[in-house]
C-alpha cells in the first residue's frame, strides 16, 4: 500500500521551530518529487516548499525563504521540512505531497498540480503569540 505519512506538528511559541518529516511506504523517494503545503483556517491550501528528485530544485514561497528549509534522505524514504523562526501567519494544516511513477524533471508549489500522485493527512503547526 503506497502512504505518505507526515509527523512533527505541535504548538509552538514565535520564533520556535519544529522539523516536519513526510514519511513513504509502499515506495521509495528516488525518483519522486515532494511537496510541502499548507493550509490555515479559512484559507485555501497554498504551496510552501518542494524538491525535485534529484535536488536540483528547492524552491520555497515567498513568505517562508530563508526560514524553511526542505531536504530528503532516500535512505530513510523520508523528506524533511525544517521550520525555524516560526510565525503565527504559519499556522495551519501541512501537508506532503509525492509523485510516484514516472520521474518528473521538476517539483511544483501549485496546490492543484497533477504533478503530486500520493498526499499525507497533514500534520498541525500551531504558533503562539
Known amino acids: 500500500q503506497l502512504q505518505v505519512v507526515e509527523s512533527g506538528g505541535g504548538l509552538v511559541q514565535t520564533g520556535g521551530s519544529l522539523r516536519l518529516s513526510c514519511a513513504v511506504s509502499?515506495?521509495?523517494?528516488?525518483?519522486?518529487?515532494v511537496g510541502w503545503f499548507r493550509q490555515a483556517p479559512g484559507k485555501e491550501r497554498e504551496g510552501v516548499s518542494c524538491?525535485?528528485?534529484?535536488?536540483?530544485?528547492?524552491d520555497y514561497t515567498d513568505s517562508v525563504k530563508g526560514r524553511f528549509t526542505i531536504s530528503r534522505d532516500n535512505a530513510k524514504s523520508t523528506a524533511y521540512l525544517q521550520i525555524n523562526n516560526l510565525k503565527p501567519e504559519d499556522t495551519g494544516v501541512y501537508y506532503c505531497?509525492?509523485?510516484?511513477?514516472?520521474?518528473?524533471?521538476?517539483?511544483?508549489?501549485?496546490?492543484?498540480?497533477?504533478?503530486?500522485?500520493?498526499w499525507g493527512l497533514g500534520t498541525q503547526v500551531t504558533v503562539s503569540s
Open positions: 505531497a509525492s509523485t510516484w511513477g514516472p520521474t518528473p524533471a521538476e517539483c511544483s508549489l501549485h496546490p492543484a498540480s497533477r504533478l503530486y500522485d500520493l
Open positions: 509502499g515506495f521509495t523517494l528516488d525518483h519522486a518529487a
Open positions: 524538491i525535485s528528485f534529484r535536488e536540483t530544485t528547492k
